[in-house]
Every structure is written in C-alpha cells, then in structure tokens.
T-cell receptor, first 109, second 114 residues
Framework: GQNIDQPTEMTATEGAIVQINCTYQTSGFNGLFWYQQHAGEAPTFLSYNVLDGLEEKGRFSSFLSRSKGYSYLLLKELQMKDSASYLCAPGGGADGLTFGKGTHLIIQP | NAGVTQTPKFQVLKTGQSMTLQCAQDMNHEYMSWYRQDPGMGLRLIHYSVGAGITDQGEVPNGYNVSRSTTEDFPLRLLSAAPSQTSVYFC?????????????FGPGTRLTVL
C-alpha cells in the first residue's frame, strides 16, 4: 500500500515563494508526479521526478529524495492564478498513481 | 485531438438506479483509469485497464463495473446507485501501461445520488 502525507492548506502572498512538502511510503516506486487542480476542474500535470534532485520548469520546481521518501514542489513569483490544490502522486507501477489528499494553496494579495 | 472526454458532465440519480459514465480518448493510450474525488479524501482509484480486454480493481471498486472492449473507450457502470456514490468521477489515460507516466484527465462527471 501507499501512505502519502502533505499539508491540508497553505497561505502565501502574491509575488512570494512557497514550498509544498510531500512524504510518502510506497510498496513500489517508479517516480513522483505533482498535479495542479483548480476548483471544479480536472487535475493537470505539473512535474515528474524519477531521479533524486531538483527539476525546474519555469516558476515551478520539484525535488525528490527517494531514500527519504520526500518530495517538495516550489512555486516562485506567486500569482493569484496559482490558487489551487496541489496533488502529490507517487507512482508504483502498472496500477497507476496514488494521489495524496492535496494541499489547498491560497494566494493573498 | 479531443483528448479525454467524459459524458455526462452532470447527473442526478435516485437510489437503486443504474447508469453508465462514458469515457473516451483519442490518443491511442494503453492505460485508462477511473477515479472518484470526494472532499477531504483526494482522488481514489476505482478501476483501471492496461489495454483492451484487460481490467483490474483499484482501491474502491465495490459497486462499480468496467469493461474495455476497445482501446478508445472505458465506461464505468454503477450497478445500483447509493448516496455514498455521490462524488466527482474522473477518467484518465496515459500512453504506456508497463511504466507509470503522466496521466491525462477528462473534465469529470459530477454525480448526485438521492
């Protein structure tokens, strides 16, 4: 089975930086995904880490430590449109992804 | 490409009724799956398929059936709807079945069971 832990809610200020942490315990591991989900919409892909280290993609970066079962998503230069839920999802094989409950990020002016 | 499409977008059922949620993808993806999303519970896997003719159970399969007669379609059937099945249902697909990779989600079906 899989156990995924991420904060329920975070608040940050427009223009600032926020880090959303995710810890996981899995029976198998092929990589870790981060998805963004705006209210009332479907999740959309943000990033994927299969090796340890930092992956940067514009304002978003994602870090993975497989030995520690730990990942974080770093969002820079926050914009109001970044208000959304962010879902951590370790992948364990052909049975697909297991999603964390998500972190609801609130951006304040 | 339309990507992953789901119908209907909204549905209200009475307890005991049956219905089928439709899902189709036009990307020739091998892997398809169904999730339900409830407040405070996150996305939970109901059933998945690694190719035509092959299906398997996920975390919460009870009360649901699936079939995969073609690569494109993966319908989800509610046999006898219950209020506990009130949820938002997402269908997703990804290119390969052997390794996990990015899943593309449909827009969702919002189901209410009275």
């Amino acid at each position: 089975g899989q156990n995924i832990d991420q904060p329920t809610e975070m608040t940050a200020t427009e223009g600032a930086i926020v880090q959303i942490n995710c810890t996981y315990q899995t029976s198998g591991f092929n990589g870790l995904f981060w998805y963004q989900q705006h209210a009332g919409e479907a999740p959309t892909f943000l990033s994927y880490n299969v090796l340890d280290g930092l992956e940067e993609k514009g304002r978003f970066s994602s870090f993975l430590s497989r030995s520690k079962g730990y990942s974080y998503l770093l969002l820079k230069e926050l914009q109001m449109k970044d208000s959304a839920s962010y879902l951590c999802a370790p992948g364990g094989g052909a049975d697909g992804l297991t999603f964390g409950k998500g972190t609801h990020l609130i951006i304040q002016p | 490409n339309a990507g992953v499409t789901q119908t209907p977008k909204f549905q209200v059922l009475k307890t005991g009724q049956s219905m089928t949620l439709q899902c189709a993808q036009d990307m020739n993806h091998e892997y398809m799956s169904w999730y339900r999303q409830d407040p405070g519970m996150g996305l939970r896997l109901i059933h998945y398929s690694v190719g035509a003719g092959i299906t398997d159970q996920g975390e919460v399969p009870n009360g649901y059936n699936v079939s995969r007669s073609t690569t494109e379609d993966f319908p989800l059937r509610l046999l006898s709807a219950a209020p506990s099945q009130t949820s938002v249902y997402f269908c997703a697909s990804s290119p390969l079945a052997e390794v996990v990779n990015e899943q593309f989600f449909g827009p969702g079906t919002r189901l209410t069971v009275l």
